[in-house]
Each structure stands twice: as structure tokens, then as C-alpha cells.
């Protein structure tokens, strides 16, 4: 079993930027891929970034969000800048004990992963 816990959201200006962490117990953290995903009101949950040893963005957010890890610390980490307005939403990390297969969209279904943090708010006011 494992836990995620995200910490660093909040309210931050259009242009700011936000990093957010989530930590993990267990002892198997370097083993899973890791990844983000969001749910703004009235919509779905989408992907957002996945890393499992390369990385992998959706298109909204590439070339601003980043994604990172630390096993040492169980924690995984998305930097967001530039931020816009429509990136309003609750953040979730997820943890999957699946792999890159070949393709970089396999890992970007939410149903390919086994264990979700309890989300955490992020509000980009205009």
C-alpha cells in the first residue's frame, strides 16, 4: 500500500509560479511511474505529466510544467510556471506499478494507476 500526500498549491497571480510536492510512504517509491493530473469544476480529470525514468507532458502544459523526482525522498514534484487561469484546479499524484511500454500515452490513463493522493487546490486568478 501506499500513500501520497500533495503539499504546495494555493492562490497565485496569472504568470506566477507554484511547485507542487507529493509525498510517498513506502519503501518501493524509485520503483513506480509517477504522475499528475488535475480536475477543474465541471470537467474531467486529465493528465498532466508522467516521469518513470523519461518524462512526459500533456500539450497544455509542456514547455511550462515540469516534473521531477527525488527518491531519496519519496517525492515527487511539479514546478508550474507561467501560469494561466484555465490551470485552476484540484492536483492529484498518482503512483503506478505499470512501465513505459513504448508508447508515452500508455501512462497517461488515470486507470493504469494504483494509488491516488487526496488532491490539492490550485487557483490562477486573472
Known amino acids: 500500500q501506499v500513500q501520497l500526500v500533495e503539499s504546495g498549491g494555493g492562490l497565485v497571480q496569472a504568470g506566477g509560479s507554484l511547485r507542487l510536492s507529493c509525498a510517498a510512504s513506502?519503501?518501493?517509491?524509485?520503483?513506480?511511474?509517477m504522475g499528475w493530473f488535475r480536475q477543474a469544476p465541471g470537467k474531467e480529470r486529465e493528465f498532466v505529466a508522467w516521469?518513470?525514468?523519461?518524462?512526459y507532458y500533456a500539450d497544455s502544459v509542456k514547455g511550462r510544467f515540469t516534473i521531477s523526482r527525488d527518491n531519496a525522498k519519496n517525492t515527487v514534484y511539479l514546478q508550474m510556471n507561467s501560469l494561466k487561469p484555465e490551470d485552476t484546479a484540484v492536483y492529484y499524484c498518482?503512483?503506478?506499478?505499470?512501465?513505459?511500454?513504448?508508447?508515452?500515452?500508455?501512462?497517461?490513463?488515470?486507470?493504469?494507476?494504483?494509488?491516488w493522493g487526496q488532491g490539492i487546490q490550485v487557483t490562477v486568478s486573472s
Open positions: 516521469t518513470g525514468g523519461i518524462t
Open positions: 513506502g519503501r518501493t517509491f524509485s520503483s513506480y511511474t
Open positions: 498518482a503512483a503506478s506499478t505499470r512501465y513505459y511500454t513504448g508508447s508515452m500515452t500508455y501512462m497517461t490513463d488515470g486507470r493504469k494507476y494504483d494509488y
